[in-house]
């Protein structure tokens, strides 16, 4: 007979959501655990056991062997705010997940305020969190008003339209370039992002990359690892975001060879040339253009290698990302890839909500048999997977909210368990014959 009892972790270092999420996958590993409910806000996770199974104490070592502490205390006290939280997540059509980081910026207010500062920011529509805590923090100083109550104030506006492409586009450059100015100085705050960086590159890779690209580094792998570069080689990489994977190409291909890095967002261009000067380099060893992979301003046959790390998942038309690879390599030309797909098709609905927001690097997934025929069509041939790597609960979350979930809306968490195990890093080669 199972014999439940409800625990309630209190979880030293969990500081970001996709921590909470990370934890979450592990502890539902453990034998005997039924059910875990993260409140990210209050540090804490809710874990229901068959206390015939699991021990508090295997827990608290299952959290440990996640990198982070807990105590436990038992019983089942209400945990403060989940209900006011949901109930303003429903009535303001807001995620769950965004309010309970929202609410850890302003945990010194009041729920009552923090319940006002919903109501005036949706009264206002202001719907970026950066903006939205500025809003709360003045309000909260200021002392709180009631906003002019209008009906069509308060009508909520839910994304759920599609997107066009250059809506697409906008938010990408928006979300990145956000990240850029925020995040250069202090590094990603999310741990698993962080950690993923350390497990993709090697210790000796990781050495010759400075401050600025490595904080901001967003790959998904590590595309020079495998791109065989050669001394004197012409690199061009699709999507450089700071510049971490040039830096490593410029050290490969040397003086003689010639380093092109392509982004949309304009503040990760400048950053790139913030990197390439940390590292030492002369300005003119990397170019870097603010462009966009769809429709690049280079000559036909101009490229040895095209990389790209986590990218052409993010861009709407990624046929025509392909056919502009295609183009500017030389015949014999070879593509070194790492980027993010589906391993078999998803519920079409469940997709269309990812791309109803364009949800950090999943909105725009699709099956990798569709992603590869795009590669095939686009006239490659010698497809070869290098590696592929399913990711974990955490990895999903960190991934789904690229480039973290200040930025961008945290999809739904029953589609984000739909999707659970279905979600691929895939590396890969091909070449233009
Ligand atoms: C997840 S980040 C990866 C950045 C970098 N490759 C790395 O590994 O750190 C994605 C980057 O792709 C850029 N990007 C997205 N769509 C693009 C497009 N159509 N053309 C050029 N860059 C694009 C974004 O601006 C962002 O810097």
Redesign the pocket.
């Known amino acids: 007979m199972e014999k439940l009892n409800e625990l309630k972790l209190k979880i030293e270092g969990m500081s970001s959501p996709c921590c909470a999420e990370e934890i979450k996958g592990d502890l539902l590993k453990v034998e005997g655990v039924k059910k875990v409910s993260t409140y990210f806000a209050d540090k804490i996770i809710k874990v229901e056991i068959d206390t015939e199974k699991v021990t508090k104490e295997q827990l608290i070592a299952a959290v440990k062997e996640a990198g982070y502490e807990a105590v436990v205390t038992e019983g089942k006290e209400k945990i403060k705010f989940e209900q006011q939280l949901k109930d303003l997540a429903e009535k303001y059509g807001l995620s769950f997940q965004v309010l309970q980081d929202h609410w850890n910026f302003v945990k010194e207010a009041s729920a009552k305020v923090f319940a006002d500062c919903c109501k005036w920011c949706h009264a206002h529509q202001i719907t970026e969190m950066a903006d939205a805590e500025a809003f709360c923090k003045s309000a909260i100083a200021e002392g709180m008003g009631e906003p002019e109550t209008s009906e069509q104030l308060f009508k909520i506006k839910k994304k759920v339209e599609v997107l066009t492409d250059d809506e697409i ?1 906008g938010l ?2 928006e979300r ?1 370039g956000k990240f850029a100015e925020k995040y250069a100085e202090k590094g990603n705050p999310c741990l698993i992002r962080k950690k993923q960086v350390k497990e993709l590159y090697k210790e000796e890779e990781l050495s010759l990359v400075p401050k600025t690209a490595l904080n ?4 998904c792998g590590n595309p020079v690892s495998f791109a065989n570069l050669k001394s004197g080689e012409i690199v061009v ?6 510049g ?2 040039l830096i490593l190409a410029a050290h490969k291909v040397g003086p003689e060879g010639r380093v092109i890095g ?4 304009p503040q ?1 261009i400048k950053k790139e040339g913030q990197s390439e000067a940390e590292a030492g380099f002369p300005a003119e060893r990397i170019e870097e253009h603010i ?4 429709k690049l301003e280079l000559p036909d046959n101009l490229t040895d290698v095209v990389t ?4 052409i998942i ?2 709407p038309n990624k046929e025509a ?1 392909y056919r502009e690879a295609f183009r500017i390599l030389k015949p014999g030309g070879r593509l070194a890839i790492s980027d993010m797909v589906f391993s078999e098709k998803i519920d079409p609905q469940i997709q269309e909500r990812f791309q109803s927001t364009w949800a950090g ?1 999943v909105g725009g997934a699709i099956a990798e048999k569709d992603y590869l025929e795009i590669v095939t069509k686009a006239g490659f041939g010698q497809i070869n997977i290098v590696k592929r790597h399913f990711l974990t609960p955490g990895e999903l979350f960190a991934m789904s909210t ?2 973290g979930t200040e930025f961008v809306p945290a999809p739904d968490s029953k589609d984000l368990e739909a999707v659970q195990g279905k979600v691929v890093s895939i590396k890969f080669t091909a070449v233009k014959p």
Do not use: H, Q, R
């Open positions: 586009k990408t450059a990145y901001l580094a967003l790959g990489d699709f999507g450089c975001g700071a971490i994977d392509i982004d949309l967002t990760m462009g966009d992979i769809e790209s790390n986590c990218v993010l861009t990302a690097v690229c480039p």
